[in-house]
C-alpha cells in the first residue's frame, strides 16, 4: 500500500534517491547482519521506493542494523541504505511511546567490562 | 607539535588503558595532547538523519573549541573518529545543517568544518612517519604476529573518513611493522563485530565478534589489536576462540618502553 506522505518523510529524513539503485543486491549480498532480517537493505530500497513502508516500521530488522555501513561503502551507485534503514527506525522511535530500549532495560544487560559506548551507541539508535 | 585531544567517555571509564597509554606514547615521542575543555559525549554512533541538528551539537563543540584553539583535533576511539570527522563533513559540506546549528548556538560566525580532525594511528603515520617512529622502538616486539582488527568505523564512509583504503588498508599492517613485529592479514579485519547490537540481542554479536576472532587465528594470529572500546569488549567477552585483544596504544607504549610508567 502506497503511503505518499510517509515516503516524502522517509527521503526528507535519509537524503537518500533509491531510484539511483540499479538492484544489483551488492547492499544484502555484503551486509554481515543478513541472516537477522526479515527485510534486506535491498528491499528497504525497493519498498521506500514504492510507499510500502508500513511494514519496514514493524520490521526486527530496525533493530539488527548494525550501522556497519557495509551497503553504504559497496554500493556500485552511492545509494546509501543504512539512511533509509535509519531513517525508518527514526520515524518508528520519534512517536509517542516508542522507544525500543528503555533505561530500566539496562542493569539487566550491565557486565562490568561493557563499555560505555555501547549504551551510548544503543539508546542513540534505539530511542528518542 | 600540539594538538587538541578529544578522549571520549569511554577512555574515562572503561577503556582507560586506550588513554593511558596514548598519552605516555605521545610524550616519548614528543606529541603534546592537549585535551578540550569541557568536551561532551559525542553520542557513539553518528547521527545519519538530514534533519536532526542536537545529536551532532555536542560533536560541533568539539570542533568549534579546537579551532578556537587553532589546533588539529586527535582522536583515539574509532567511535568519536567516525562521529566527529562525519559531523565535521556535514559542517563542511551541507548549508542546511550549518545554518541550522550556528542559529540554535547563536554563532556570530558559522562553522564549517574548518577543524582537521585526524585520529592518533594517521598522527603516528603522517605527523610522525613510521620510519621515525621505527626510531623510537627500544623493544622490538619481535617474532609476536598480531592482527590488527580496523572494524567498521576507521574506515568507513571511506569517502568520508579517508583513512585509508576502505577494503585494502594498510596502515595498521605498517604500524606493526614498525614496532618490530609481524601483522597477521586477515580477510574480516574490516567487518563488524557487532557492535551495539550486544544489547539488543547477545547472539549477534558472539556470531559476529566469532567470525573475525576465528579468521584472525586461523592466520595465526597471536594478539589482536584494536582503536575501538567496543570492539575490545566484543572481541573479549562475545567471541569465542581466546586470541588476546589489546588496544593499539598499549603494544605502542610497550614497544617505546613507557608501559610501565603509563
Same mark, same amino acid.
Given at each position: 500500500?502506497?503511503?505518499?506522505?510517509?515516503?516524502?518523510?522517509?527521503?526528507?529524513?535519509?537524503?537518500?534517491?533509491?531510484?539511483? *539503485?540499479?538492484? /544489483?543486491?551488492? !547492499?544484502?549480498?555484503? %551486509? =554481515?547482519?543478513?541472516? $537477522?532480517?526479515?527485510?534486506?537493505?535491498?528491499?528497504?530500497?525497493?519498498?521506500?521506493?514504492?510507499?510500502?513502508?508500513?511494514?519496514?516500521?514493524?520490521?526486527?530488522?530496525?533493530?539488527? *542494523?548494525?550501522? /556497519?555501513?557495509? !551497503?553504504?561503502?559497496? %554500493? =556500485?551507485?552511492?545509494? $546509501?541504505?543504512?539512511?533509509?534503514?535509519?531513517?525508518?527506525?527514526?520515524?518508528?522511535?520519534?512517536?509517542?511511546?516508542?522507544?525500543?530500549?528503555?533505561?530500566?532495560?539496562?542493569?539487566?544487560?550491565?557486565?562490568?567490562?561493557?563499555?560505555?559506548?555501547?549504551?551510548?551507541?544503543?539508546?542513540?539508535?534505539?530511542?528518542? | 607539535?600540539?594538538?587538541?585531544?578529544y578522549?571520549?567517555?569511554?577512555?574515562?571509564?572503561?577503556?582507560?588503558?586506550?588513554?593511558?597509554?596514548?598519552?605516555?606514547?605521545?610524550?616519548?615521542?614528543?606529541?603534546?595532547?592537549?585535551?578540550?575543555?569541557?568536551w561532551q559525549c559525542c553520542g557513539?554512533?553518528y547521527p545519519?538523519?538530514?534533519?536532526?541538528?542536537?545529536t551532532k551539537l555536542s560533536s560541533v563543540r568539539a570542533l568549534l573549541?579546537?579551532?578556537?584553539?587553532?589546533?588539529?583535533?586527535?582522536?583515539?576511539?574509532?567511535?568519536c573518529?567516525?562521529v566527529l570527522k562525519q559531523v565535521n563533513?556535514d559542517m563542511?559540506?551541507?548549508?542546511?545543517?550549518?545554518?541550522?546549528v550556528?542559529?540554535?548556538?547563536?554563532?556570530?560566525?558559522?562553522?564549517?568544518?574548518?577543524?582537521?580532525v585526524?585520529?592518533?594511528?594517521?598522527?603516528?603515520?603522517?605527523?610522525?612517519?613510521?620510519?621515525?617512529?621505527?626510531?623510537?622502538?627500544?623493544?622490538?616486539?619481535?617474532?609476536?604476529?598480531?592482527?590488527?582488527?580496523?572494524?567498521?568505523?576507521?574506515?568507513?564512509?571511506?569517502?568520508?573518513?579517508?583513512?585509508?583504503?576502505?577494503?585494502?588498508?594498510?596502515?595498521?599492517?605498517?604500524?606493526?611493522?614498525?614496532?618490530?613485529?609481524?601483522?597477521?592479514?586477515?580477510?574480516?579485519?574490516?567487518?563488524?563485530?557487532?557492535?551495539?547490537?550486544?544489547?539488543?540481542?547477545?547472539?549477534?554479536?558472539?556470531?559476529?565478534?566469532?567470525?573475525?576472532?576465528?579468521?584472525?587465528?586461523?592466520?595465526?594470529?597471536?594478539?589482536?589489536?584494536?582503536?575501538?572500546?567496543?570492539?575490545?569488549?566484543?572481541?573479549?567477552?562475545?567471541?569465542?576462540?581466546?586470541?588476546?585483544?589489546?588496544?593499539?596504544?598499549?603494544?605502542?607504549?610497550?614497544?617505546?618502553?613507557?608501559?610501565?610508567?603509563?
Open positions: 500500500m502506497e503511503n505518499t506522505n510517509l515516503k516524502e518523510r522517509i527521503l526528507e529524513i535519509s537524503g537518500v534517491n533509491p531510484r539511483k *539503485c540499479m538492484k /544489483c543486491g551488492k !547492499c544484502s549480498g555484503t %551486509c =554481515p547482519n543478513y541472516d $537477522e532480517m526479515e527485510y534486506h537493505p535491498h528491499q528497504f530500497v525497493s519498498m521506500v521506493e514504492k510507499g510500502d513502508i508500513e511494514p519496514l516500521m514493524k520490521a526486527e530488522s530496525l533493530w539488527t *542494523c548494525l550501522s /556497519c555501513f557495509a !551497503c553504504v561503502e559497496r %554500493c =556500485p551507485r552511492s545509494v $546509501e541504505p543504512a539512511k533509509l534503514i535509519e531513517a525508518v527506525r527514526l520515524a518508528v522511535i520519534r512517536q509517542q511511546g516508542a522507544n525500543h530500549l528503555k533505561p530500566q532495560d539496562i542493569p539487566d544487560k550491565l557486565d562490568e567490562d561493557l563499555p560505555q559506548q555501547a549504551i551510548v551507541s544503543a539508546f542513540r539508535k534505539y530511542t528518542k | 607539535m600540539v594538538y587538541s585531544y578522549p571520549g567517555c569511554t577512555l574515562k571509564t572503561k577503556a582507560k588503558d586506550l588513554d593511558r597509554y596514548a598519552r605516555a606514547s605521545a610524550a616519548a615521542l614528543g606529541i603534546e595532547l592537549q585535551e578540550l575543555p569541557d557513539g554512533v545519519m538523519a538530514k534533519d536532526e541538528i542536537a573549541s579546537a579551532k578556537e584553539q587553532g589546533n588539529d583535533l586527535v582522536t583515539m576511539c574509532s567511535a573518529h567516525n563533513h563542511a559540506t551541507d548549508e542546511n545543517i550549518v545554518t541550522k550556528a542559529n540554535y548556538m547563536k554563532l556570530d560566525e558559522p562553522y564549517r568544518g574548518e577543524t582537521k585526524i585520529h592518533f594511528l594517521e598522527l603516528l603515520r603522517d605527523g610522525v612517519g613510521f620510519d621515525e617512529l621505527k626510531k623510537h622502538v627500544v623493544k622490538p616486539l619481535k617474532g609476536v604476529k598480531i592482527a590488527p582488527y580496523y572494524g567498521c568505523l576507521l574506515l568507513r564512509p571511506g569517502k568520508v573518513m579517508a583513512f585509508d583504503d576502505p577494503e585494502n588498508p594498510a596502515i595498521m599492517e605498517n604500524f606493526i611493522k614498525a614496532l618490530g613485529a609481524e601483522p597477521v592479514v586477515y580477510a574480516m579485519r574490516n567487518e563488524c563485530c557487532g557492535g551495539y547490537a550486544t544489547l539488543e540481542k547477545k547472539a549477534i554479536a558472539e556470531k559476529k565478534a566469532t567470525a573475525v576472532m576465528d579468521n584472525a587465528a586461523a592466520n595465526g594470529a597471536q594478539m589482536m589489536i584494536t582503536a575501538c572500546p567496543l570492539c575490545l569488549y566484543n572481541l573479549t567477552k562475545n567471541a569465542q576462540g581466546g586470541v588476546p585483544v589489546k588496544y593499539f596504544t598499549e603494544v605502542l607504549a610497550e614497544a617505546l618502553g613507557v608501559k610501565e610508567e603509563a
